[in-house]
């Protein structure tokens, strides 16, 4: 059985900061209760006609492959999380095939929203441990802010979400090198309709109508404080599963690295585990939540910041719509 490592990570935000002051002259929010409620000070939102999920994921991925010393030509298949995807068909992930001009391998979607970028890396993983694929691009990227109700309406959920891209190239190696050691993978869809978007849907007669258009159906619906519940107990429970699964200790983890949903889920995680500040890798006051980029963003970062060295014990962890919750252990 093989092992799959990550050999490199990358990422791409867009050039627009979007501060609080802005979004206060949009609605009616302001500096301090963002700040105090998210951590947030700043986000990246796209600029329509500029960026796509498609052509920042590409940036993404060619810093990925640069990085892992990796050739376009040499990438076997391609896992794609997104919700954002650029079309409501095909997929994301045979535009970003044609973008960097890789031949006809395959490329999958995972839809699973804050969760997606570890359900595709565990996906990536399973392939590269039975021997089938021995290079996979892993990405995850979205354009979350054509979504938000900018309006006082949608406040709660309109400060939060962001845009931006990050990827991995996942490798084969050894057994007894560093790499992938367990995912963990839940859902609850008793909960789905806390953090959703309806349309386009494909139940109604049409998949978006006038009425859907003034009921706001496009827009990004949560019910944030029964996410904040949820999540902060569920982060828990899946970092502390694979802890155990590997009969490892809190005490052994290096990096924590955990989506970046809202500042204060983070620290409530770091406090639960007891974990110093250095070893927990938080952007979210800089980036917002890019759903399924934040983990592949923060990896690239963290890497870029000397934070990851050979060996390290790293945690990423994510919960989100659905729900669906996750976490990934791996030596780096
Ligand atoms: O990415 C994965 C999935 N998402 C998450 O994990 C997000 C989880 N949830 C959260 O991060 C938080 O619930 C939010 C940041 C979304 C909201 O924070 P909260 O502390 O749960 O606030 P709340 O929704 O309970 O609202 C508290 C008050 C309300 O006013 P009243 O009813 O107390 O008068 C809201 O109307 O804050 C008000 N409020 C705002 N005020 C200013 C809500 N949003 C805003 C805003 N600016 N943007």
């Known amino acids: 059985m093989n092992k799959s490592r990550i050999l490199g990570a990358g990422h791409f935000v867009p050039e627009r900061i979007v501060t609080n002051e802005e979004l206060s002259q949009m609605m009616n929010t302001n500096d301090e209760w963002i700040v105090e409620r998210t951590g947030i000070h700043e986000r990246r ?4 006609g500029v960026d796509t999920v498609t052509n920042m994921s590409a940036k993404a991925s060619r ?11 040499d990438i076997d298949f391609i896992v794609f999380a997104t919700i954002t995807s650029d079309y409501f068909l095909p997929g994301n992930g045979v535009l970003l095939q044609r973008e960097l001009g890789m031949t006809s391998i395959g490329a ?17 993983d399973q392939f590269i441990k039975t021997g089938m694929y021995k290079k996979i691009l892993v990405v995850g990227a979205e354009i979350q802010s054509s979504a938000l109700d900018k309006s006082d309406e949608g406040r709660s959920s309109a400060v939060i979400f962001a845009d931006g891209a990050g990827a991995v190239v996942l490798g084969a190696t050894a057994q007894d090198q560093p790499g992938i050691l367990s995912s963990h993978l839940h859902s609850e869809g008793a909960y789905a309709e806390e953090l959703y978007c309806i349309a386009p849907s494909s139940s ?7 009425e859907m258009i003034d009921r706001g159906d496009f827009f990004l619906k949560m019910n944030g404080n029964t996410v904040f519940k949820h999540a902060i107990v569920r982060f828990m429970e899946v970092i502390n599963e694979a802890l155990d699964h590997n009969m490892l200790s809190k005490d052994d983890i290096d990096l ?6 809202n500042l204060r889920i983070s620290q409530y995680v770091q406090q639960k585990l007891g974990l110093p500040d250095e070893k927990v890798f938080n952007n979210i006051m800089y980036l917002g939540n890019t759903t399924a980029g934040t983990i592949p963003i923060a990896l690239s970062q963290a890497w870029e910041q000397g934070k990851l060295k050979e060996g390290d014990l790293v945690c990423l962890a994510a919960f989100g719509s659905g729900f669906t919750w996750a976490s990934v252990l791996l030596r780096w």
């Open 63 to 73: 810093m990925a492959m640069e990085r892992a010393g990796v050739a376009a030509q």
């Open 45 to 48: 939102w796209f600029t329509p």
């Open 108 to 124: 999958l979607d995972v839809k699973n929203a804050c969760s997606g970028f570890l359900y595709a890396l565990s996906v990536a």
């Open 256 to 261: 924590l690295i955990p989506h970046q949903a």
């Open 204 to 210: 109604g007669s049409v998949r978006i109508s006038q």
